[in-house]
């Protein structure tokens, strides 16, 4: 069996798992298995949408962009959704850029075959609403986060749901990178991570990040962390990337 066949028939993507045997059948003839380099941009503002991805282990950052350049992340996507949201709600364009941040694969579809299926109705529709749901949460808390809690903290729960998408401790992450996504000055990022450094919960680098305690970790976060954790679950599952205890 070769790689592709393999990732179609267990896909590790949690959208493309949990779908009955019957409509995901229906998707295979459609799916591609394509690497997802490091910086590849998958859509960027005011350009139409023609593909949509389902991560594997992944991570894609949908950001904002300011007229002086500044960036910050609105949401994340990886083995838990889709990117290409604005298919699904009737439109092809958004005024955000979404690019991979960490590398690997995913599974790649042409966007008017995914917009044909949604508009079926029936399972595929009730979970990509469920899924849009859950990236409302995650886009609404983390406002609240960015504007409301500690840099550290904010850092912490950012770790934590990089950590549970890829399913490890360890991933590459530099500081310049986790600034523009928090939306702040290098600096902080430094800063913040000294203190989790230091009091050693994180080791880093040469741009590798390396979770040591992970029950500290989570001690630190803010509370952003686990409520939008527990939406997902709530919406879509127990999902089998997240970690039990």
Known sequence: MSLN???????????????PAVDYERLVPHLKLVPLPLRKVLYEPGEPITKVYFPNKAVVSII?????????????????????????????????????????????????ILRS??????????????????MYTQIAQGVACNRLHKLETRLARWLLTVSDRLESEEFPLTQEFI???????????????????????????RGQINILNREALEKISCECYQIIEDEYVRLLGNKPNKRTK
Not at 5 to 19: F, G, R, S
Not at 87 to 112: E, H, K, N, R, S
Request: glycine share 12%.
């Open 5 to 19: 066949e393999n990732a179609l028939e267990q896909p590790a993507n949690y959208l493309l798992a949990v779908l």
């Open 64 to 112: 904002t962009t300011m007229e002086d350049g500044s960036t910050v992340e609105v949401g994340l996507v990886s083995n838990e959704g889709m990117v290409g949201m604005p298919i699904i709600l009737g439109d092809d364009t958004t005024t955000t850029t979404a690019f991979v941040q960490i590398a690997g694969v995913g599974m790649q579809m042409d966007a008017d």
């Open 117 to 134: 299926e949604f508009n079926r109705g029936g399972a595929i529709q009730s979970l990509l609403l469920r899924y849009v749901q859950g």
């Open 179 to 205: 600034s523009q996504m928090l939306g702040v000055r290098r600096p902080g990022v430094t800063e913040a991570a000294n203190i989790l450094s230091e009091a050693g919960i994180i080791s880093y680098h």
